[in-house]
T-cell receptor, first 111, second 115 residues
Framework: KQEVTQIPAALSVPEGENLVLNCSFT??????LQWFRQDPGKGLTSLLL?????REQTSGRLNASLDKSSGRSTLYIAASQPGDSATYLC??????????FGEGTQLTVNP | NAGVTQTPKFQVLKTGQSMTLQCAQD?????MYWYRQDPGMGLRLIYY???????DKGEVPNGYNVSRLNKREFSLRLESAAPSQTSVYFC??????????????FGQGTRLTVV
């Protein structure tokens, strides 16, 4: 059974700091890995998707990497802003188009 | 272009009552999903429908039933609500097919409390 773990569970940083969120998964037989953002009381918004054959994806200040063999992904946020405060979740796609989610990292960026 | 629409947004039920959560997508995607989100547990898959006319159990299907009414609509029914079903429920759809998913879209969620 695929299990996805995110560390840390919560993170608080001052504005402007670069930061890294971690995601690990137990079964490397994945099609892709996605990072999502969830604001309080809202649904999930897809940020980045990395196919299993790729090593990284970038969107603006966000960079996600994938090391499928070791079962790890990181989400790097450069020059963090208070507007980046949210919960970040990673999910892997396995057979049957099923997504397995981690518990999320709650990020607070302080002005 | 609404994307994924869930109704209702909030609901309070008494133990033993039944209700149906509605979900509709206007993106012409084949697959649709129901998740529940509980504190510290991430999102867990309840049921999914890979295409119109098919449904399959996910990780936590007990106490729920689903109906894929047509390509647009996928409903989740609680026949006899229990306090353990207090949660936030999300409907989702994926662009692409197995192995070539390109993006996931989520509704805004239904916050359900069973007392």
């Amino acid at each position: 059974k695929q299990e996805v773990t995110q560390i840390p569970a919560a993170l608080s940083v001052p504005e402007g700091e670069n930061l890294v969120l971690n995601c690990s998964f137990t079964d490397s037989a994945i099609y892709n890995l996605q990072w999502f953002r969830q604001d309080p009381g809202k649904g999930l918004t897809s940020l980045l998707l990395i196919q299993s054959s790729q090593r990284e994806q970038t969107s603006g200040r966000l960079n996600a990497s994938l090391d499928k063999s070791s079962g790890r992904s990181t989400l790097y946020i450069a020059a963090s802003q208070p507007g980046d405060s949210a919960t970040y979740l990673c999910a892997v796609e396995t057979s049957g188009s099923r997504l397995t989610f981690g518990e999320g990292t709650q990020l607070t960026v302080n002005p | 272009n609404a994307g994924v629409t869930q109704t209702p947004k909030f609901q309070v039920l008494k133990t033993g009552q039944s209700m149906t959560l509605q979900c509709a997508q206007d993106m012409n995607h084949n697959s649709m999903y129901w998740y529940r989100q509980d504190p510290g547990m991430g999102l867990r898959l309840i049921y999914y429908s890979a295409s119109e006319g098919t449904t399959d159990k996910g990780e936590v299907p007990n106490g729920y039933n689903v109906s894929r009414l047509n390509k647009r609509e996928f409903s989740l029914r609680l026949e006899s609500a229990a306090p353990s079903q207090t949660s936030v429920y999300f409907c989702a759809t994926l662009r692409g097919s197995e192995g070539s998913i390109t993006e996931a879209f989520f509704g805004q969620g239904t916050r359900l409390t069973v007392v």
